[in-house]
């Protein structure tokens, strides 16, 4: 299983970005998906995450309405979309795969814990800043 982000970057404040990250060995939309964020300095941050058939899709509070999660299963790949950014968006940015062993409302009780994940990918950089 891979999974590889793309489309980082840096950008200005206001500026919008689309990370990508595409599976292989492992088929998306057959799974729980989500983004997270490792600021510097900071521990992992829940951002996004996206149901299997993509029926639920939830944000941290600090991206509601800015950032957006999607599917193409065409390409097997996960999108966000970020809008708006702000200086304290600057993070590396994963996905990852939920553990298809664990409900997706557990995992919600948990906080989105880490430790609920069986995939991650290696990370895209997005630094904003004017």
């Known amino acids: 299983v891979q999974l590889v982000e793309s489309g980082g970057g840096m950008v200005q404040p206001g500026g919008s970005l689309k990370l990508s990250c595409v599976a292989s060995?492992?088929?998306?939309?057959?799974?729980?998906m989500c983004w997270v964020r490792r600021a510097p300095g900071k521990g992992p941050e829940w951002v996004s995450c996206?149901?299997?058939?993509?029926?639920?899709?939830l944000y941290a509070d600090s991206v509601k309405g800015r950032f957006a999660i999607s599917r193409d299963n065409a390409e097997n790949t996960l999108l966000l979309q970020m809008d708006s950014l702000k200086a304290e968006n600057t993070a590396l940015y994963y996905c990852?795969?939920?553990?298809?062993?664990?409900?997706?409302?557990?995992?919600?009780?948990?906080?989105?814990?880490?430790?609920?994940?069986?995939?991650w990918g290696q990370g895209a950089q997005v630094t904003v800043s004017s």
């Open positions: 990852a795969g939920v553990n298809t062993s664990l409900p997706f409302a557990a995992f919600v009780e948990t906080g989105y814990d880490e430790g609920g994940y069986d995939y």
């Open positions: 060995g492992y088929t998306i939309n057959h799974y729980d």
């Open positions: 996206m149901t299997t058939g993509g029926s639920v899709k």
